[in-house]
């Protein structure tokens, strides 16, 4: 069965320092992976998806199969990142979520 | 585009009655939509996967009599919780899928307090 980790409850970092929210998975096929955000009092959304291989407010996520990872980084982080972060890997279209990180940018 | 919406967005129950939730794709025609459960500080467990006019897949441990899932158009699904207890008490989310896209779009929750 598939499983998604997300070791870090909660990270708190200062406005303009790097941040890297971690998430490994396991899954037996060609992983899809996700990362959600949901913001104060606001609905998940979809942040980024790793076959877009795109930036999304600065986020990066690479997909690193050899250490099934799957790390969400910015470089400079804002105090709008507040948020929590899910992770997320598709199986046929159903999604398992890891347990998500609070992320806190401080002034 | 893309909006997903709940109704109702909280809701409180007397312990053995039978509580509706209701779940709009509301600009588009969903192919597929999931009902998840997401307990205080956990993650979101996907309970069901609904698609218009068929029986929706309950994942391992979700209960299919307790939890009925009716998915009667492309931009509605409707999750009856029934002879709620307090042990149901738990924030329910949908999300809709669209066209061959996997991603999901999610709604903003509804929350179930059962007394």
């Known amino acids: 069965a598939q499983r998604v980790t997300q070791p870090e409850k909660l990270l708190s970092v200062f406005k303009g320092a790097p941040v890297e929210l971690k998430c490994n998975y396991s899954?037996?096929?060609?992983?899809?992976l996700f990362w959600y955000v949901q913001y104060s009092r606001q609905r998940l959304q979809l942040l980024l998806r790793?076959?877009s291989r795109e930036s999304i407010k600065g986020f990066t996520a690479d997909l690193n199969k050899g250490e099934t990872s799957f790390h969400l980084k910015k470089p400079f982080a804002q105090e709008e990142d507040s948020a929590m972060y899910y992770c997320a890997l598709d199986s046929y279209g159903k999604l398992t979520f890891g347990q998500g990180t609070i992320l806190t940018v401080h002034p | 585009g893309a909006v997903v919406s709940q109704h109702p967005s909280w809701v409180i129950c007397k312990s053995g009655t039978s509580v509706k939730i209701e779940c709009r794709s509301l600009?588009?025609?969903?192919?597929?939509m999931f009902w998840y459960r997401q307990f205080p500080k956990q993650s979101l467990m996907l309970m069901a996967t609904?698609?218009?006019?068929?029986?929706?897949?309950?994942e391992q441990g979700v209960e299919k009599d307790k939890f009925l899932i009716n998915h009667a158009s492309l931009t509605l699904s409707t999750l009856t919780v029934t002879s709620a207890h307090p042990e149901d008490s738990s924030f329910y989310i949908c999300?809709?899928?669209?066209?061959?896209?996997?991603?999901?779009?999610f709604g903003p929750g509804t929350r179930l307090t059962v007394l």
């Open positions: 899954y037996s096929g060609s992983p899809e």
């Open positions: 609904s698609n218009e006019g068929s029986k929706a897949t309950y």
């Open positions: 790793h076959i």
């Open positions: 600009d588009f025609q969903a192919t597929t």
């Open positions: 999300s809709a899928t669209v066209g061959a896209n996997n991603e999901q779009f």
